[in-house]
């Protein structure tokens, strides 16, 4: 217990799902916590993303840790109001130290065409770059940034069969991919700071992104409405431990390891939590 205390972790997509095992992770040892979420749905999102009972949910767990937490409505794309309510926190909590870039969404379709595409990379890019930026004045040295990546970032895609065919998916592959390359180049510029940047790359998570009829559909596009039951067989694909998935707590443990002090010298990694399911896409490599 404690390899925390006495921080403060601002985490955007704080709401449900890997944000808030984030968030109470890190008030279990010891960090108060400015918690961000949009709490509304996309029209290109398939599923329904978290509300505002969502967040209070997420405040109520921390608090009943004992711990103190500003929660406020934001969206990470929008700079301005992620400042305002970045600054808010820091005004009730007196300081920052852990950023935790984790909001995302998985857009499947929308109207016009490419609206998934935009949709995906104003959030999972763009919104984590806000986050980000809008932090930096706020760190001192031994502060650590955390941004969440995915293993869709580090697999070999080949050949695009169909181009256009599924904008928000190839979109939510480049993002994860550039914002990987975003945060290897701010790790060089923040380490004589002694500030750290790394990225956690997830593979399929248990969080309502996964457990979801667009998702499953892409487990099993031969079936018109799979059901979790019809997908889950599938997801072992992304793994090569046989496990369908991973659990937001397993994420939660390594970015309480990089907000530690633990990893005081651990700065510009491509941290993975994937059942190893890199290994099944890359040779051994330095």
Not at 81 to 106: M, T
Not at 120 to 137: C, S
Not at 192 to 221: D, G, W
Request: aromatic share 6%; hydrophobic share 40%; with cysteine.
């Amino acid at each position: 217990m404690g390899r925390v205390e006495g921080k403060v972790a601002f985490i955007t997509g704080a709401a449900r799902g890997q944000g808030r095992s984030h968030a109470v992770l890190l008030a279990e040892e010891g960090a108060d916590i400015i918690a961000v979420d949009i709490c509304r749905d996309f029209e290109t999102v398939g599923y329904p993303l978290s509300g505002p009972d969502d967040l209070k949910e997420t405040v109520r767990l921390v608090e009943d840790l004992g711990r103190r937490i500003v929660a406020v409505q934001a969206d990470v794309r929008d700079a301005g109001r992620l400042r305002e309510a970045l600054e808010q926190g820091v005004r009730e909590l007196g300081r920052l130290d852990i950023v935790v870039a984790q909001a995302g969404i998985a857009p499947t379709h929308g109207s016009p065409p490419l609206q998934a595409w935009s949709d995906v990379i104003d959030v999972n890019l763009i919104g984590t770059i806000n986050t980000i930026q809008v932090a930096i004045p706020h760190l001192t040295e031994g502060a650590s940034i955390i941004a969440t990546g995915s293993t869709a970032a580090l697999m070999n895609h080949g050949i695009v069969q169909t181009p256009g065919s599924n904008p928000g998916g190839a979109g939510y592959a480049f993002t994860k991919r550039t914002l990987s390359a975003y945060v290897h180049e701010l790790a060089i510029n923040l380490a004589p700071l002694k500030i750290r940047a790394n990225v956690v790359h997830p593979t399929n998570c248990n969080t309502p992104m996964l457990q979801s009829e667009p998702m499953y559909r892409s487990f099993r596009p031969d079936l018109e409405h799979p059901t979790r039951e019809d997908a889950e067989p599938a997801f072992h694909v992304q793994q090569a431990m046989p496990v369908p998935h991973i659990e937001p707590r397993e994420v939660s443990e390594t970015v309480l390891f990089l907000a530690s002090d633990e990893s005081r010298y651990v700065t510009g990694m491509q941290m993975r939590v994937d059942a190893g399911g890199y290994l099944k896409w890359h040779d051994y490599h330095v």
